[in-house]
């Protein structure tokens, strides 16, 4: 049986290559590269804002608790699909630089994963706060 992370790796480059072609065929070879260059360094440019944001959000506690562990991680994917060459990828990634959308697919990561300690949600936690 074929693996998820292989089925993507082989189900992504396609859809993204048909989407692509399709684009191109109605807009123009040219400019549907150009256009997927300029969605890729647009959206860099608003991962970089977000994870500012991000972190300054961390600093004031504005984060909710339960997804603030998420956040970076999910930043981190947006930039990764932005930097994938393709319209399909580069939307996916800017539906993760939106912070309700990114809340929301933390939370059902939590909810489907647990939060800390697994499932159940027991376990440790340990708060540290900087002193200024």
Known sequence: M???????????P???????????????????????????????????????????????GTLPADVAGLDGPLLLMAALLLLIP??????????????PVRQRVARAIVDRFGGPGGPDGSGTVIVVRRRD
């Open 2 to 12: 074929c693996g998820p992370i292989l089925l993507a790796a082989i189900l992504i």
């Open 14 to 60: 396609a859809v993204e290559l048909w989407v692509i072609i399709e684009v191109g065929s109605r807009i123009g070879a040219l400019t549907a590269v150009m256009l997927v260059f300029v969605t890729a360094g647009l959206g860099m440019v608003f991962a970089r804002n977000q994870s500012l944001s991000t972190i300054s959000r961390l600093r004031e």
């Open 86 to 99: 393709g319209f399909v990828t580069d939307g996916l990634g800017g539906l993760l630089l939106i912070p």
